[in-house]
């Protein structure tokens, strides 16, 4: 049910005033630099190679399975595909780039960016094996949230396909709340899709900027890089 108690001279519910509301900016297509890593603008030049040998990994081609795009059979394909995706503003391409070896290892993006009501998404989200499961796959989501709420941002979403079981897992462990499911909501590589919806808001962003700083401080790792702490218990502390 909603939470807003706000009525008109009507006397009809209405959402809470946002008084002095203004629509953050564009995000700029720019290199967000972190400890682990960087979330790089994705380029062919700089990262095709890096991601084909990164994603040969996943030899099953599973990676690909709930994505509209892939498995990228030639170093060829993969640059084609991104020489036309790296063109478009909307969505904003990035890679994901180890900082101890400065290879990509995976890309996402920002997408379906909305100023105007403060609403952002990050999605495509592609993690070679190499990045599955480790500090970087973390930082780098924390990177770009915290890109958003810091231009302005009130709403930053997750969306998945709900048989996708570990997408949902990561939201969840990331912070986003389950909103619901949309029912045959897209039609993806022959097969329907219904959607999983997840969000984080503003007003819970602190709290949760503050559980990933001490999640992904070298503090928070033992002598062999295992974390002490979980983030979720950091969340929920």
């Not at 030899?59 to 995706?85: K, N, Q, R």
Request: hydrophobic content about 40%; charged content about 20%; aromatic content about 12%.
């Amino acid at each position: 049910m909603p939470t807003d108690k706000f009525v008109n001279q009507l006397g009809q519910p209405i959402g809470r005033p946002l008084p002095g509301w203004v629509p953050p900016p564009f995000p700029p297509h720019q290199a967000i630099v972190g400890r682990t890593c960087s979330v790089e603008p994705l380029s062919p030049d700089r990262h095709a190679a890096d991601l084909y040998n990164a994603f040969a990994a996943d030899t099953s081609g599973a990676m690909w399975t709930y994505l509209p795009v892939g498995p990228f059979t030639t170093l060829g394909d993969l640059c084609a595909w991104m020489e036309g995706a790296c063109l478009k503003q909307d969505p904003q391409l990035y890679a994901f780039v180890n900082a101890d070896t400065r290879k990509a290892v995976g890309f996402g993006s920002l997408m379906r960016i909305d100023p105007t009501n403060g609403c952002i998404e990050v999605g495509f989200l592609a993690f070679s094996p190499a990045m599955q499961r480790t500090t970087i796959s973390t930082e780098a989501m924390y990177l770009l949230m915290r890109r958003a709420f810091d231009l302005g941002y009130r709403r930053y979403e997750w969306k998945c396909n709900a048989l996708n079981l570990p997408s949902r897992a990561t939201a969840e462990r990331l912070g986003f709340q389950y909103e619901g499911t949309f029912r045959q909501a897209i039609v993806t590589k022959g097969h329907n899709r219904d959607t999983a919806w997840y969000s984080v808001i503003d007003s819970e962003w602190p709290d949760l900027k503050r559980a990933f700083e001490a999640w992904l401080s070298p503090d928070n790792f033992d002598r062999n890089s295992w974390q002490i702490a979980r983030l979720t218990d950091l969340r929920n502390g």
